[in-house]
């Protein structure tokens, strides 16, 4: 009887004894999909020595399909590599891999108030680069995410997001010894918006080297990120090896500053700490404050402070985006303006990252298309619609729009 019990039990659970088997059994988590991710407790179940093979068959087949061994090699600062899904479709040839920060925004549920002011506040899946991965996703394109959440209910239920809008997670990261980043962003009455971060030290800020999926960044076209994992370590090392990866494998490599000065430590460390990685970037998107700021002080709409303090050799598309009065565009071969698109805004969280998503989708699809000034014009007229329609809805990827929704705007527009 209890060699029996024995072939039931997975070899790697330990404790037993002569009378209690000490196993772990899992609670099925609802926020992960077909339940592929268990939350992992223990429990002592007190065996009977003259327990019979007939019962143990129907007694405790239930429970065996719920068993999972614990981890055995965890990664370094106390991370697991989690189950992740990756069955959402992907075409390797215009993948997009979008590698840095996923968080939940609390946003108010009323517009124009400041955070104080706001009487509650709706949560909504963020961070730059996540949005990026799902607005891709939403426009038809292939995108994947790399990043850290917590071992929490809001890392578990980001990842699923993820999977919902069939962006690739595989290369999603769980921390059990830090939890999943939190920001409240409001859009005030005056137009200007109010963060307020919690992360001390949250998750996304403890990804190490060895945890990155090093494949999964060989197999994109273009690789994304933004600054704010650049501020603190493991993360900054991470961040940067992952980008000497996807130069060395060939793949286009996209900057979207996303400047966020109370992450960093002083003003001066986030323009060095932008600025050091500037000139490795194909791609770079920026927007009116962050020229400003970087240049100190200078006219954002000075060609010529962009083109002497922000176009370096290597660049093959500089864009500046200008809200609702549409953005600028800088190549080696011409330069020049898109227009807006005028919309009454709710939220704008998001809207430059829908942007991205618009013009990186296009991009991804044929590169060449730099070097036509009007198939570029039209790709950011495209990405521009994107912005727009993010605006008029609170949250970031909440409000990211559909190709279909996209291309349903763009004639309204025209007229």
Same mark, same amino acid.
């Given at each position: 009887?209890?060699?029996?019990?024995?072939?039931?039990?997975?070899?790697?659970?330990?404790?037993?004894?002569?009378?209690?088997?000490?196993?772990?059994?899992?609670?099925?988590?609802?926020?992960?999909?077909?339940?592929?991710?268990?939350?992992?407790?223990?429990?002592?179940?007190?065996?009977?020595?003259?327990?019979?093979?007939?019962?143990?068959?129907? $007694? #405790? &087949? *239930?429970?065996?399909?719920?068993?999972?061994?614990?981890? !055995?090699?965890?990664?370094? %600062?106390?991370? +697991?590599? @989690?189950?992740?899904?990756?069955?959402?479709?992907?075409?390797?040839?215009?993948?997009?891999?979008?590698?840095?920060?996923?968080?939940?925004?609390?946003?108010?549920?009323?517009?124009?108030?400041?955070?104080?002011?706001?009487?509650?506040?709706?949560?909504?899946?963020?961070?730059?680069?996540?949005?990026?991965?799902?607005?891709?996703?939403?426009?038809?394109?292939?995108?994947?995410?790399?990043?850290?959440?917590?071992?929490?209910?809001?890392?578990?239920?980001?990842?699923?997001?993820?999977?919902?809008?069939?962006?690739?997670?595989?290369?999603? $990261? #769980? &921390? *059990?010894?830090?939890?999943?980043?939190?920001?409240?962003? !409001?859009?005030?009455?005056? %137009?200007?918006? +109010?963060? @307020?971060?919690?992360?001390?030290?949250?998750?996304?800020?403890?990804?190490?080297?060895?945890?990155?999926?090093?494949?999964?960044?060989?197999?994109?076209?273009?690789?994304?990120?933004?600054?704010?994992?650049?501020?603190?370590?493991?993360?900054?090392?991470?961040?940067?090896?992952?980008?000497?990866?996807?130069?060395?494998?060939?793949?286009?490599?996209?900057?979207?500053?996303?400047?966020?000065?109370?992450?960093?430590?002083?003003?001066?460390?986030?323009?060095?700490?932008?600025?050091?990685?500037?000139?490795?970037?194909?791609?770079?998107?920026?927007?009116?404050?962050?020229?400003?700021?970087?240049?100190?002080?200078?006219?954002?709409?000075?060609?010529?402070?962009?083109?002497?303090? @922000?176009?370096?050799?290597?660049?093959?598309?500089?864009?500046?985006?200008?809200?609702?009065?549409?953005?600028?565009?800088?190549?080696?071969?011409?330069?020049?303006?898109?227009?807006?698109?005028?919309?009454?805004?709710?939220?704008?969280?998001?809207?430059?990252?829908?942007?991205?998503?618009?013009?990186?989708?296009?991009?991804?699809?044929?590169?060449?298309?730099?070097?036509?000034?009007?198939?570029?014009?039209?790709?950011?007229?495209?990405?521009?619609?994107?912005?727009?329609?993010?605006?008029?809805?609170?949250?970031?990827?909440?409000?990211?729009?559909?190709?279909?929704?996209?291309?349903?705007?763009?004639?309204?527009?025209?007229?």
């Amino acid at each position: 009887s209890f060699s029996c019990l024995a072939v039931k039990f997975p070899l790697s659970f330990r404790g037993c004894s002569v009378i209690y088997f000490h196993f772990n059994i899992c609670q099925l988590n609802p926020f992960i999909p077909d339940h592929n991710r268990v939350l992992p407790f223990s429990c002592s179940l007190l065996l009977t020595l003259t327990l019979c093979n007939c019962c143990c068959n129907t $007694r #405790f &087949d *239930h429970f065996f399909t719920c068993i999972t061994p614990m981890a !055995t090699n965890p990664t370094p %600062g106390g991370s +697991e590599d @989690l189950p992740s899904d990756t069955q959402g479709t992907r075409d390797n040839n215009s993948l997009v891999v979008c590698f840095g920060e996923m968080l939940i925004d609390f946003v108010p549920t009323v517009g124009g108030v400041s955070l104080a002011e706001a009487p509650a506040f709706k949560k909504a899946p963020g961070g730059a680069p996540a949005n990026v991965a799902v607005g891709i996703s939403r426009l038809g394109g292939s995108s994947a995410f790399i990043g850290k959440v917590g071992d929490d209910e809001f890392g578990y239920m980001l990842a699923d997001i993820l999977k919902q809008n069939n962006v690739d997670n595989s290369g999603v $990261r #769980f &921390d *059990h010894n830090a939890r999943t980043a939190l920001s409240f962003v !409001t859009l005030r009455a005056d %137009g200007e918006r +109010e963060f @307020l971060f919690f992360r001390h030290p949250s998750a996304d800020m403890l990804l190490h080297e060895s945890e990155l999926d090093i494949d999964l960044i060989k197999q994109a076209r273009i690789f994304h990120y933004g600054s704010i994992s650049l501020i603190d370590e493991p993360c900054r090392s991470t961040h940067l090896a992952a980008m000497s990866i996807a130069r060395k494998s060939g793949c286009i490599l996209s900057y979207d500053p996303n400047l966020r000065l109370p992450l960093w430590p002083s003003a001066e460390a986030a323009r060095k700490g932008i600025m050091n990685i500037w000139d490795q970037a194909d791609i770079i998107k920026i927007s009116e404050e962050e020229i400003t700021f970087l240049t100190g002080g200078d006219d954002p709409y000075d060609d010529n402070v962009v083109l002497k303090k @922000l176009f370096h050799p290597n660049l093959k598309l500089l864009v500046v985006t200008e809200g609702s009065e549409g953005c600028r565009y800088y190549t080696k071969e011409f330069r020049g303006r898109v227009a807006g698109v005028k919309v009454k805004p709710v939220d704008t969280t998001g809207a430059g990252d829908a942007f991205v998503s618009g013009i990186l989708n296009s991009l991804a699809s044929d590169l060449n298309l730099i070097q036509d000034e009007k198939r570029l014009r039209e790709a950011l007229a495209f990405a521009n619609a994107c912005g727009a329609l993010t605006v008029i809805e609170r949250g970031a990827i909440p409000a990211l729009p559909t190709k279909e929704a996209v291309l349903q705007f763009l004639p309204k527009v025209a007229a």
